[in-house]
């Protein structure tokens, strides 16, 4: 037995500092419990309260899209400046080292491709392969209105009823069909029917009128897509004004794989979103950017 003699009693009880309760950081999420929260708090800065999720998974259904035929190649060196990684579990397990650190947020659905009805949707991934693969949150496509709207939100809800169980969120990523208005009523429809139906978090994508009836009536965050390449200023310009109107990030893919500079635009993309930076300021950090890498 360990001799206890002699051992000075010198233990501080702090009695008179009540010990702090804090708050969660993020919108409507206060009340999850701690791996969750946990998990939400490596996908969202907790200092901005924001993230820059690096979407490449449109592969699951497009093939090797224009900027992801080689990932190894192309993406890799983009995660660093990420702060979240979304994709599948193939492109993860067989591209991505598992000295990777960034939390990844793993496309859990499939079963379709372009050349097919795109919202006939299922699962793809069983839960103990997310927890497996240490995954920090699973992502579901939602086709409201879709051909196949029910199915799609069944695979939500079954997935938020599988992740609840060992603390993984799940993202709702709100799919539109071409033949579909995207306008702020739809997606403030889309994108509440997946909080009320327990998504822990939305995509969706920024429309220029209202966007920010579309945040506020959401109770949870929202993250938007980047949507098809355009001009560098101009999507610089979508991230910062759905962020100063209540977007929690942004989930981007072709509008910086595709960019002229993708480390440049990655970059840029980030001090919008993070330090607030001003389109026209994030410009010129993205033309300084590709500037010195084009001499190096
Ligand atoms: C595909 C997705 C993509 O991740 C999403 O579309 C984001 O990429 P992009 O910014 O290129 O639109 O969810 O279903």
């Given at each position: 037995m360990a001799d206890i003699d002699g051992v000075k009693e010198a233990k501080s009880f702090y009695t008179d500092t009540p010990?702090?309760?804090?708050?969660?950081?993020?919108?409507?999420?206060?009340?999850l419990d701690w791996g969750m929260k946990n998990r939400l708090a490596r996908i969202f800065n907790p200092k901005s309260g924001r993230t820059v999720m690096l979407a490449v998974d449109h592969g699951y259904f497009q093939g090797p899209t224009t900027g992801l035929e080689r990932i190894d190649i192309n993406i890799l060196p983009l995660v660093q400046y990420a702060d979240t990684l979304m994709l599948t579990r193939g492109i993860l397990r067989s591209i991505v080292p598992p000295s990777e650190t960034k939390p990844i947020v793993l496309r859990a659905t499939g079963g379709t491709s372009i050349l097919k009805e795109l919202s006939n949707e299922e699962i793809a991934v069983n839960i103990e392969d997310s927890i497996r693969l240490n995954v920090c949150a699973m992502a579901v496509q939602v086709?409201?209105?879709?051909?196949?709207?029910?199915?799609?939100?069944?695979?939500?809800?079954?997935?938020?009823?599988?992740?609840?169980?060992?603390?993984?969120?799940?993202?709702a990523v709100t799919a539109v069909g071409t033949d579909m208005a995207r306008d702020a009523r739809y997606f403030r429809l889309a994108t509440r029917i997946c909080a009320e139906l327990g998504a822990h978090y939305i995509k969706t994508y920024y429309v220029e009128k209202d966007f920010e009836t579309v945040a506020s009536c959401c109770p949870v965050p929202i993250v938007i897509a980047g949507g098809k390449k355009i001009p560098e200023m101009e999507a610089l310009t979508m991230a910062y004004n759905a962020v100063q109107q209540g977007a929690s990030g942004v989930d981007m893919g072709r509008n910086i794989f595709q960019a002229e500079c993708p480390e440049a635009?990655?970059?840029?993309?980030?001090?919008?979103?993070?330090?607030?930076?001003?389109?026209?300021?994030?410009f010129d950090m993205y033309n300084t950017i590709k500037n010195e890498q084009s001499k190096s």
């Open positions: 010990q702090k309760t804090e708050g969660f950081f993020l919108k409507g999420s206060n009340s086709f409201i209105g879709g051909e196949y709207e029910k199915q799609s939100i069944i695979n939500m809800t079954q997935l938020i009823d599988m992740g609840t169980r060992y603390g993984i969120p799940t993202l635009m990655i970059q840029a993309v980030g001090a919008v979103v993070h330090e607030n930076e001003k389109p026209e300021k994030a």
